[in-house]
């Protein structure tokens, strides 16, 4: 895990009042010191969809340049904790975004994802109940936020005796090692499932309640401290009905399409 200095989020609450400052002896410089880099900390299963549609942004506004850190909900909160300097932050689930509270502006809710039993197309197993055979399965670990809706789902399932052989740091982890079929089975999520189907198939857990996770969004305070007009912009694009489309397709729930 990296490591940050407070020292980095000073001189962005430094550069946002310059900002301010040359706004009001000179609007037109002003624009010129409004930085262009956003950096956006989101959920490793938002991967697939947001390198492609944040380049659509990108092009459409030359000199913004969109940086993205995948990862573990977790560990990226915990990094924003550290002094990492932030625009944006999604999470896949409300606790990480509460362990954050102090940076974020009002984080609303944002998409749902489900986890579900993965397994390969030709795989002899047909239920959950299955893993309390000689099964090799694995899932994310308790803390984060695919591993606690595995924790949960399993839980509502009821009747499963065995136990991982590993608990994996992310989502994405943990899906990389049911591909290369280091596994029988992995807890994933449905997403996923959509994104691989011609590798994998879904066996859904009975509550499907349990079995879901809610996704947060928020921007941090200092970009609107700093009235950052770009980090507004993206922050606004990545609710935005195409983008909402986009993630229902690959199996997200969405609440509503304005």
Request: proline residues 3%.
């Amino acid at each position: 895990m990296k490591e940050y200095r407070r020292g980095g989020r000073v001189g962005c609450f430094v550069l946002g009042f310059a900002v301010l400052l040359v706004a009001l002896i000179n609007p037109h410089s002003a624009n010129a010191l409004i930085p262009k880099n956003i950096n956006v900390f989101a959920a490793s299963s938002l991967q697939a969809k947001y390198s492609v549609l944040t380049k659509k942004f990108v092009a459409a506004h030359p000199g913004v340049k969109i940086n993205i850190s995948f990862g573990s909900s977790a560990t990226l909160a915990n990094q924003i904790n550290s002094g990492a300097p932030f625009d944006i932050f999604v999470s896949a689930d409300e606790l990480s975004m509460a362990s954050v509270k102090s940076e974020i502006t009002t984080p609303t809710d944002y998409v749902a994802n489900q986890v579900v039993l993965a397994v390969a197309l030709t795989s002899p197993i047909k239920k959950i109940g299955d893993l309390n055979g000689k099964v090799k399965w694995i899932q994310c670990a308790h803390t984060v936020p695919c591993g606690a809706a595995a924790d949960r789902a399993l839980k509502a399932e009821g009747g499963i005796k065995s136990l991982p052989v590993s608990f994996e740091t992310s989502a994405s982890s943990t899906l990389a090692k049911l591909i290369a079929k280091a596994v029988d089975a992995a807890i994933v999520y449905k997403t996923d499932v959509i994104a691989n189907p011609t590798k994998i198939r879904a066996i859904t857990f009975t509550d499907s309640k349990a079995a879901s996770t809610q996704y947060k969004i928020g921007i941090s305070k200092t970009a609107i401290a700093s009235n950052n007009r770009w980090a507004k912009r993206v922050f606004q694009y990545l609710q935005s009905t195409e983008i909402r489309i986009a993630l229902a397709k690959a199996g997200f729930q969405v609440d509503s399409l304005k």
